[in-house]
């Protein structure tokens, strides 16, 4: 027996209004495309996959497509219909399709098996789900009819048929007939076609909103220590001046909070560390205000894409007390973020007595962020 995945790729688009169709876009690393052929793919039930492609994008999907074995590339058509019908077209000897929107990377394992168990059961299977909201018939701006809920769900796919079936069904559709999705197609010209329970999660992305949904955030630490120098009256932490028998030891102005932070923040994009960007040879930063390193680090963080969501940071100093100073440091370190600052928390303790800490020989800070893809 043979099972094959069709996952139709042609369309536009249109109401994402990326400019390029919205498989191809970019998701937490891999494209829309690649995520939802990754799930057919792993699936040890499904022998073979085969893709409906429009001709402007051929090359990018054959591209995505080689990643994976058992994978080939067919031109769709204007409509989804037509894309459909020219992959069950190319199908060979196959015994069952899986027929499943490229614009729904979030399908399950779970949903597929589903899909398999109950196509063999009963040569149909589309993946429903119970409607929450209440669905109505409207004409001319009203409503005419409120069908009961109870018996109302709404449709996604995969939806998987007998292959003779669908395929003789998609041989019959007349040029005047218009459908969303293969179930319409199989109820018109084969049967009424058994449904199974969906997943919410399996969403299809249709407006840019929902690939938002999804943010890709990314979390990053940063740990920086500085230590006491034998000289100086003030230390700065969090832009902040604050009165100490000694300063650190540093090239820049030594703000041990500012530089912990940073390194979070290009951590969590995956960039290099703030001595790669700020060299502690370059004259150019001796003394250097770090809080506006930090702003600079913001800015390459934001040309990846992302924006600073929020930081927490721990530092820890047998001494001074810093508790009376933390209120201005969270809004410097905001400010130099652009963001507010209910987003940072900064706590501070002691060390016990314990290590170089302890002993009152520097300062640790450490920090997370979260960041957060900015589009
Ligand atoms: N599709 C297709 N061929 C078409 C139109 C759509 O293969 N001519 C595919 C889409 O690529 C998508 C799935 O059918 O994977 C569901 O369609 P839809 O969500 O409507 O995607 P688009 O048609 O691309 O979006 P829009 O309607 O907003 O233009
Ligand atoms: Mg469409």
């Known amino acids: 027996m043979k099972i094959t995945a069709i996952l139709p790729a042609a ?11 919205k498989v191809l876009r970019d998701l937490d690393g891999k494209t829309v495309l690649a995520k939802a052929i990754e799930a057919f793919s792993l699936n040890p039930r499904i022998d073979d996959i085969i893709i409906s492609a429009s001709e402007n994008d051929l090359d990018e999907v054959c591209k995505i497509a080689e990643t994976f074995k058992n994978c080939r590339v067919v031109c769709g058509g204007d409509t989804r219909t037509q894309s459909v019908y020219a992959a069950l077209y190319e199908c060979e000897d196959t015994d069952y399709v899986l027929i499943h929107d490229a614009a729904r990377p979030f399908v399950t394992q779970k949903v597929i098996n589903d899909c398999i168990d109950t196509v063999l059961q009963y040569q149909s299977a589309v993946c429903a789900l119970p409607a929450t909201d209440t669905s109505v018939l409207c004409d001319g701006g009203c409503i005419r009819t409120v069908p009961d809920r109870n018996g ?30 293969d179930s319409g197609v199989y109820l018109r010209y084969v049967a009424p076609p058994h449904i199974f329970e969906g997943d919410r999660k399996n969403i299809k992305l249709t407006f840019a909103e929902d690939f938002k949904m999804n ?17 100086g009256e003030s230390i700065t932490l969090g832009g902040v001046q604050i009165p100490s028998d000694r300063a650190l030891l540093a090239h820049s102005d030594g703000d041990v909070l500012a530089h912990a932070v940073a390194d979070a923040i290009l951590s969590a994009a995956g960039l290099d560390d703030i001595g790669h960007y700020f060299p502690d040879t370059d004259p150019q930063y001796k003394g250097a ?3 506006l ?12 894409g992302y924006i600073v969501g929020n930081v927490s940071a721990a530092i820890i100093a047998e001494k001074p007390k810093l508790f009376p100073y933390i209120a201005e440091m969270r809004e ?16 501070a303790g002691t060390n016990e007595k314990l290590g ?8 640790t800070v450490t920090a997370n962020v979260l960041l957060r893809s900015a589009d």
Not at 332 to 347: P, V
Not at 357 to 363: A, F
């Open 293 to 304: 390193l930090l702003k600079k680090a913001a800015g390459f963080v934001k040309e990846k």
């Open 11 to 21: 369309g536009k688009g249109t109401r994402a209004a990326f400019g390029k169709n």
């Open 289 to 291: 205000d770090s809080l």
């Open 332 to 347: 410097n370190i905001a400010a130099s973020l652009g963001i507010s600052s209910q987003n940072i928390g900064i706590t």
């Open 215 to 231: 943010t890709n955030i990314r979390t990053g630490i940063g740990i920086d220590t500085h230590a006491f120098a034998d000289h």
């Open 152 to 181: 109302v769900f709404t449709l996604q796919t995969p939806q998987a048929f007998s292959y003779p079936q669908i395929l003789h069904a998609y041989e019959q559709i007349r040029e005047d007939e218009k459908f969303t999705d």
């Open 356 to 363: 170089y800490l302890g002993r009152g020989e520097g300062i």
